[in-house]
């Protein structure tokens, strides 16, 4: 599996954004999807995950109220909306697959070793 992040860009806090995140190789309907975010000289933070299924997700505490995470097994593709964008949020946006066992499963807590596929990530700037 490969995955591919689009989306990313310049935008005015306040505004919104939606990513992309496109598998190849192999279904994506057969792996839960991360999204994280790495500011400079920060970790890398857990944003949201969603099961292969779709059925279930999670958002980290910094997504709540304002991100949806979504997904289209059909068009091997899954989302990022993000609303009422900060300053805060600017960073890079890269989505992870994990399939197997837990793929429909949804992870309380996820990290990034809990995903074994990346994507090169993609960058969301927000400016004041």
């Known amino acids: 599996l490969q995955l591919v992040e689009s989306g990313g860009g310049l935008v005015q806090a306040g505004g919104s954004l939606r990513l992309s995140c496109v598998g190849s190789?192999?279904?994506?309907?057969?792996?839960?999807i991360g999204w994280f975010r790495q500011a400079p000289g920060k970790a890398r933070e857990g944003v949201a995950e969603?099961?292969?299924?779709?059925?279930?997700?999670v958002l980290g505490d910094s997504a709540k109220g304002r991100f949806t995470i979504s997904r289209d097994n059909a068009k091997n593709t899954a989302y990022l909306q993000m609303n009422k964008l900060t300053p805060e949020d600017t960073a890079v946006y890269y989505c992870?697959?994990?399939?197997?066992?837990?793929?429909?499963?949804?992870?309380?807590?996820?990290?990034?070793?809990?995903?074994?596929?990346w994507g090169r990530g993609t960058q969301v700037t927000v400016s004041s």
């Open positions: 992870a697959g994990r399939g197997g066992y837990y793929s429909d499963y949804i992870i309380v807590g996820f990290r990034p070793t809990d995903f074994d596929t």
């Open positions: 190789g192999q279904s994506l309907a057969s792996s839960a």
């Open positions: 969603i099961t292969a299924s779709g059925d279930s997700t």
